[in-house]
């Protein structure tokens, strides 16, 4: 099974199987992991502005970069049993007006 990790609004477990949503309760993660997922959920839901995004540039690369680090981990615990990708779609900040990276 392909698991997308990816924030939406108010979604406070960002992990979406073929069929939508998953639930904590869905796959066996490392209660470290599982702590670490709900906490890079609960940053973009905290600090992610739906007009203008993350506070800065360095807030949304880091946020980016911990999404990897969750992929790279949940992976590792899965094996060859699920693909896990990024889908990381909030790369706008304010910073000047505001930017956008690719």
């Known amino acids: 099974m392909q698991i997308r ?3 939406e609004y108010s ?14 309760g869905d796959l066996e993660i ?6 670490m997922i709900l906490d890079w959920a609960q940053w973009f839901n905290r600090d992610y502005h739906y007009l203008t995004g993350w ?4 807030d949304m690369e ?10 790279a981990n949940l992976q590792s615990e ?11 779609w909030e790369t706008n900040f304010r910073n000047d007006g505001g930017g956008q990276l690719p």
């Open 5 to 7: 990790v990816a924030n």
């Open 55 to 58: 506070p800065s540039r360095e």
């Open 62 to 71: 880091r946020h980016r970069a911990d999404g990897r680090t969750i992929v």
């Open 30 to 35: 490392d209660p470290q992991l599982r702590a």
């Open 78 to 88: 899965f094996g060859r049993e699920h693909v896990v990708i990024l889908d990381y």
């Open 11 to 24: 979604v406070t477990w960002p992990l979406w199987g073929p069929d939508g949503m998953l639930c904590p």
